[in-house]
């Protein structure tokens, strides 16, 4: 069965520095990855995913993550974060088409001013 | 459109109650997934409904519940509770159960506190 490690419960960061968010996966599988992020007070929402394709996928709002099928890592990375950016953010994976999507413990990002 | 919305918002319960909570997809989903948040194990998944169908279970025990109506309306019921399931849970619509071309949109939950 498919699971997901976000190594780093919290991560603070100062404003306008890079940010680097770790996410291992393991699937005997093709897997589609997530990641999600929650702000305070909201629900999840999808920030990017990794179905197929081009292994680095990218959001609207400056953040990236690269797929490496050999270290089966979705590390997620932003290279200057701002104070709005401030949430907790979950990677997850789908082992195929139909399958629930399972998420990590989720890693909360603290920007410093 | 509208979101997707869950009621209530809040809800305090006594150990050894049932509580039903429900959930309105965005319209047009059909597919309605359940998540338990807790601080110290993150997102759980409950169980995922597709036209009415019970499609996908996590590993919770036979007292948590559920059920989608015509609509695609959800319920979650969970029965005998315990101080345990103290939780924020989150539900999640989708078009279809299909990840390739489907997003999940999820409600803001419904803060459940068992005393």
């Known amino acids: 069965a498919q699971s997901v490690t976000q190594l780093d419960s919290q991560v603070p960061v100062f404003e306008e520095a890079p940010v680097e968010l770790r996410c291992n996966y393991s699937?005997?599988?093709?897997?589609?990855l997530f990641w999600y992020v929650q702000y305070p007070n909201q629900g999840l929402q999808l920030l990017l995913k990794?179905?197929?394709?081009?292994?680095l996928v990218e959001s609207i709002n400056g953040f990236e993550a690269e797929f490496n099928k050999s270290q089966t890592s979705f590390h997620l990375r932003k290279p200057s974060v701002h104070i709005s950016d401030t949430a907790e953010y979950f990677c997850a994976v789908s082992e195929g088409r139909d399958d629930k999507i399972i998420f990590g413990k989720g890693t909360r990002l603290h920007i410093l001013p | 459109k509208a979101g997707v919305t869950q009621t209530p918002r809040y809800l305090i319960k006594t150990r050894g109650q049932q509580v039903t909570l429900s959930c309105s997809p965005i319209s047009g989903h059909r597919s309605v997934s359940w998540y338990q948040q807790t601080p110290g194990q993150g997102l759980q998944f409950l169980f995922e409904y597709f036209s009415e169908t019970q499609r996908n279970k996590g590993n919770f025990p036979g007292r948590f519940s559920g059920r989608q109506f015509s609509n695609s309306r959800s319920e979650m019921n969970v029965s005998t509770l315990e101080l345990g399931d103290s939780a924020l849970y989150l539900c999640?619509?989708?078009?279809?159960?299909?990840?390739?071309?489907?997003?999940?949109?999820f409600g803001q939950g419904t803060r459940l506190t068992v005393v």
């Open positions: 999640a619509s989708s078009l279809s159960f299909a990840r390739l071309n489907t997003e999940a949109f």
């Open positions: 990794y179905l197929s394709g081009s292994t």
């Open positions: 699937s005997s599988v093709s897997v589609y």
